[in-house]
């Protein structure tokens, strides 16, 4: 072997030695760039007067407040009564003050009485009965009631004023039991309702041909209710 091929190899095998002894520095770790993402299960706050919304900018739950939302705490002009229904659109938040409102049913009868398509035919003992309601939220006081009964003529035969025995036969009216004077809580209140009476008590010794008027008394909320009686003699 030729002397500078001795030498070329004895360089080489040096330098891989002086390579392997030298000390290499610490290899820096590439951190890699990875966005955290923050998970929220829910952003319901449960309140139903708030839309919930995610930020994703600051990945935090916002809550914004809504306008005339019923259950806000804050009684609106458009969550107070409605007229049409008696009743407070958002008692929640607005006080219950629908006005007074009485509303009646038909006449009904029971004894010696026979209902006819355009009239009742009496003949003996007969009460006349009518519920009563007030469908609106404030109460209403001292309720009274009054009656009349008038023949085809215009001539009065009866009334609340003149209950006296007429032709054989007495008229009285009350309420419930035997209340001459009534009071009606507002609808939400359980105590809204009541039964108008109005009894008929002897023999007919005339038939007569009657129209009967029933007027519930009380000034914020009157109401009257008409039919026709043919007293009939037996």
Same mark, same amino acid.
């Given at each position: 072997?030729?002397?500078?091929?001795?030498?070329?190899?004895?360089?080489?095998?040096? =330098? !891989?030695?002086?390579?392997?002894?030298?000390?290499?520095?610490?290899?820096?770790?590439?951190? #890699?760039?990875?966005?955290?993402?923050?998970?929220?299960?829910? @952003?319901?706050?449960?309140?139903? @007067? &708030?839309?919930?919304?995610?930020?994703?900018? =600051?990945?935090?739950?916002?809550?914004?407040?809504?306008? $005339?939302?019923?259950?806000?705490?804050? *009684?609106?002009?458009?969550?107070?009564?409605?007229? +049409? =229904? $008696?009743?407070?659109? *958002?008692?929640?938040?607005?006080?219950? /003050? *629908?006005?007074?409102?009485?509303?009646?049913?038909?006449?009904? *009868?029971?004894?010696?009485?026979?209902?006819?398509?355009?009239?009742?035919?009496?003949?003996?003992?007969?009460?006349?009965?009518?519920?009563?309601? +007030?469908?609106? #939220?404030?109460?209403? +006081?001292?309720?009274?009631?009054?009656?009349?009964?008038?023949?085809?003529?215009?001539? &009065?035969?009866?009334?609340?004023?003149?209950?006296?025995?007429?032709?054989?036969?007495?008229?009285?009216?009350?309420?419930? #039991?035997?209340?001459?004077?009534?009071?009606?809580?507002?609808?939400?209140?359980?105590?809204?309702?009541?039964?108008? /009476?109005?009894? !008929?008590?002897?023999?007919?010794?005339?038939?007569?041909?009657?129209?009967?008027?029933?007027?519930?008394?009380?000034? #914020?909320?009157?109401?009257?209710?008409?039919?026709?009686?043919?007293?009939?003699?037996?």
């Amino acid at each position: 072997m030729k002397k500078s091929s001795i030498l070329f190899l004895f360089i080489g095998v040096f =330098t !891989i030695l002086l390579y392997a002894c030298t000390p290499q520095p610490p290899q820096v770790p590439i951190k #890699e760039n990875v966005t955290e993402v923050k998970v929220i299960a829910s @952003c319901d706050d449960s309140n139903q @007067c &708030t839309e919930d919304l995610f930020n994703q900018l =600051t990945q935090q739950c916002e809550h914004k407040r809504l306008d $005339h939302c019923c259950g806000d705490r804050t *009684c609106d002009s458009d969550e107070r009564c409605d007229l +049409n =229904t $008696h009743k407070t659109k *958002c008692p929640e938040d607005c006080p219950r /003050n *629908c006005p007074v409102s009485i509303v009646t049913d038909n006449i009904e *009868c029971t004894g010696k009485c026979i209902k006819g398509e355009e009239m009742f035919l009496v003949d003996g003992d007969t009460k006349f009965t009518m519920k009563l309601q +007030n469908i609106g #939220e404030l109460s209403a +006081n001292d309720i009274t009631s009054s009656f009349r009964c008038i023949k085809t003529s215009g001539i &009065t035969f009866i009334s609340s004023s003149t209950a006296t025995e007429k032709s054989g036969i007495t008229f009285r009216d009350y309420f419930n #039991e035997n209340d001459k004077k009534i009071y009606l809580s507002g609808a939400p209140y359980g105590k809204d309702s009541a039964t108008y /009476n109005l009894e !008929i008590k002897g023999i007919p010794r005339e038939e007569v041909m009657l129209i009967c008027t029933v007027n519930i008394n009380f000034i #914020e909320s009157p109401s009257s209710t008409e039919f026709k009686v043919k007293l009939v003699k037996v």
